[in-house]
């Protein structure tokens, strides 16, 4: 991936209805957004968004986090995030994917690969 951004759908887990997003970043990122078409999201939790103390929420189809405080997520590379969802479809795809640098900038972002989930 030559992008800013970086990602990767991973370690699904179909007894706990979780996937992991992973994010190689080479920028410092400031929040992100996505979309999760056709599977039910309930809740996301853990990895880089709250270790830097994220203000995350979510529809049934939308991710949405940044920082209260205007931290930025350095860069490297680890989980961004844990999904929860229900009502699983066969396959889980991320779009409609903004990543935010510092002063809001557009980040560069690749659509990572769709996951299968049976």
């Known amino acids: ?40 999201i309930t809740s996301s939790d ?27 997520i350095s860069t490297g590379e680890g989980v961004l995030t844990t999904v929860y969802y229900s009502d699983p479809t066969m396959v889980a795809c991320m779009t409609e994917i903004i990543f935010a640098g510092i002063g809001g900038a557009q980040l560069s972002s690749n659509a990572p690969e769709c996951m299968m989930l049976n």
């Open 1 to 40: 991936c030559d992008m800013e951004v970086c990602l990767q759908l991973r370690n699904h887990d179909a007894s706990s209805q979780t996937f992991e997003i992973y994010m190689l970043n080479s920028v410092p990122v400031a929040g992100f957004q996505c979309d999760f078409p056709g599977i039910s």
């Open 46 to 72: 853990g990895g880089l968004l709250k270790e830097n103390g994220y203000q995350t929420s979510n529809s049934a189809a939308r991710i949405l986090s940044f920082s209260m405080q205007a931290k930025l």
